[in-house]
């Protein structure tokens, strides 16, 4: 039985009718993206926001899959529903309609009670401006995260991963600000996540501390096996990913994975 007579059958025999041109597409299409990305699904999500008597679509039926110790780059233009995903992804907020899958457990369909246990067990947030807590040293920060977790990494091991174990006892202030994005990789990967989420992680930063940054979160991916997924509007360093995941106007425009992803000194913007 080929792909579509099976999703034509189990629909039948769930729902008691025959699925329509168009919904068959988008099921077919969804099937594809889980079984290329069976780790992380997003499979029809659709998020409206309400705003007085306007209702605005975030997101459109977007769909994607990532595999597990993939590096996935999500690119688009301001607006074009980018956080939005990031922050459905991340637990931090909630879809209108569609499905939300990280190993085999179904984001969309948790409580707000559920969605805080996820967010502190199982996701690593990296975001463009640090937030760092200013009166503590980097290894304190790191710390920090560390004691909300079941399974945390040792931070001063993770400190010297990132390359800063002589910096371990600077407070925020005194580090650069590649340094202190470093830091916030590090406090990120010593929970020990299973999703490395990175909102514009160079966006503050410097061409040279930048690519020192994206270097970092690939061998991250390359050695640890971590799944990083980045946010980004640089097109321009879509080739180091594993997958590339281009977002318009809510919708996912396209899905490219990339079998020879490039160095990230190769790369220049």
Same mark, same amino acid.
């Given at each position: 039985?080929?792909?579509?007579?099976? *999703?034509?059958?189990?629909?039948?025999? %769930?729902?008691?009718?025959?699925?329509?041109?168009?919904?068959?597409? %988008?099921?077919?299409?969804?099937?594809?993206?889980?079984?290329?990305?069976?780790?992380?699904?997003?499979?029809?999500?659709?998020?409206?926001?309400?705003?007085?008597? +306007?209702? *605005?679509?975030?997101?459109?039926?977007?769909?994607?899959?990532?595999?597990?110790?993939?590096?996935?780059?999500? +690119?688009?233009?301001?607006?074009?529903?980018? @956080?939005?995903? &990031?922050?459905?992804?991340?637990?931090?907020?909630?879809?209108?309609?569609?499905?939300?899958?990280?190993?085999?457990?179904?984001?969309?369909?948790?409580?707000?009670? #559920?969605?805080?246990?996820?967010?502190?067990?199982?996701?690593?947030? +990296?975001?463009?401006?640090?937030?760092?807590?200013?009166?503590?040293?980097?290894?304190?920060? +790191?710390?920090?995260?560390?004691?909300?977790?079941?399974?945390? &990494?040792?931070?001063?091991?993770?400190?010297?991963?990132?390359?800063?174990?002589?910096?371990?006892?600077?407070?925020?202030?005194?580090?650069?600000?590649? #340094?202190?994005?470093?830091?916030?990789?590090?406090?990120?990967?010593?929970?020990?996540?299973?999703?490395?989420?990175?909102?514009?992680? @160079?966006?503050?930063?410097?061409?040279?501390?930048?690519?020192?940054?994206?270097?970092? &979160?690939?061998?991250?991916?390359?050695?640890?096996?971590?799944?990083?997924?980045?946010?980004?509007?640089?097109?321009? *360093?879509?080739?180091?990913?594993?997958?590339?995941?281009?977002?318009?106007?809510?919708?996912?425009?396209?899905?490219?994975?990339?079998?020879?992803?490039?160095?990230?000194?190769?790369?220049?913007?």
């Amino acid at each position: 039985m080929d792909r579509e007579s099976q *999703i034509q059958t189990e629909f039948i025999e %769930k729902y008691g009718s025959v699925i329509d041109e168009d919904m068959m597409e %988008k099921l077919a299409e969804a099937a594809q993206h889980r079984k290329d990305g069976d780790y992380v699904v997003f499979e029809n999500v659709r998020k409206v926001y309400h705003v007085g008597e +306007v209702d *605005i679509e975030a997101l459109a039926d977007a769909t994607f899959g990532v595999n597990k110790g993939e590096l996935a780059v999500v +690119v688009g233009e301001s607006g074009a529903g980018k @956080t939005t995903l &990031l922050n459905i992804l991340g637990g931090m907020d909630t879809l209108t309609s569609g499905r939300v899958i990280l190993d085999g457990k179904e984001i969309s369909k948790m409580s707000m009670r #559920e969605l805080t246990e996820y967010r502190r067990y199982d996701i690593g947030f +990296v975001f463009q401006f640090y937030n760092l807590v200013q009166n503590l040293t980097a290894l304190e920060n +790191v710390s920090l995260a560390t004691q909300i977790c079941k399974n945390p &990494l040792d931070p001063a091991e993770t400190l010297r991963a990132v390359g800063l174990g002589d910096r371990m006892n600077n407070f925020p202030g005194q580090l650069s600000g590649g #340094e202190q994005q470093r830091v916030a990789i590090a406090r990120a990967l010593a929970k020990n996540p299973k999703l490395l989420l990175c909102d514009e992680p @160079t966006g503050a930063l410097d061409y040279n501390t930048g690519k020192q940054i994206l270097q970092l &979160l690939q061998d991250q991916a390359r050695n640890s096996g971590t799944t990083v997924i980045i946010i980004t509007h640089n097109k321009a *360093i879509t080739p180091m990913a594993d997958r590339v995941i281009s977002v318009r106007s809510g919708r996912v425009q396209d899905v490219v994975v990339n079998s020879s992803p490039v160095p990230i000194s190769e790369i220049e913007w």
